[in-house]
């Protein structure tokens, strides 16, 4: 199957799909998301198509049809990354 024949997967907090509700892991506070985790790479990496940054991030996002997002905590400031499950968006067109 070629990467156009693929279901289309999109992140619903990068889309505005869904708002961003990830609590703080150390004291249970809704962290901010600060976007997307390839976009910190380097100076390049906001303009790089981002399914093809899944295959160099570290993560196995790709496979697991995941979005990886960068989050802190304005309450004690602690740093995570959070996976955001991504839409099959094709199959949702096809089921309405």
Known sequence: MSRSDSPAYMCPVCN????????????????????IWQNY???YSPYLDIEDM???NGFDDAAQ???IHF???PQCGEAVL?????????KNLLNK
């Open 71 to 73: 989050a802190s905590c």
């Open 82 to 90: 959070a996976a955001i499950k991504e839409v099959n968006m094709t």
């Open 54 to 56: 899944k295959f160099v």
């Open 65 to 67: 049809h995941q979005c």
């Open 16 to 35: 505005g799909f869904a708002p961003f509700r990830v609590n703080c892991p150390n004291c249970r506070t809704l962290l901010t998301d600060q976007g």
């Open 41 to 43: 790479f380097d100076d």
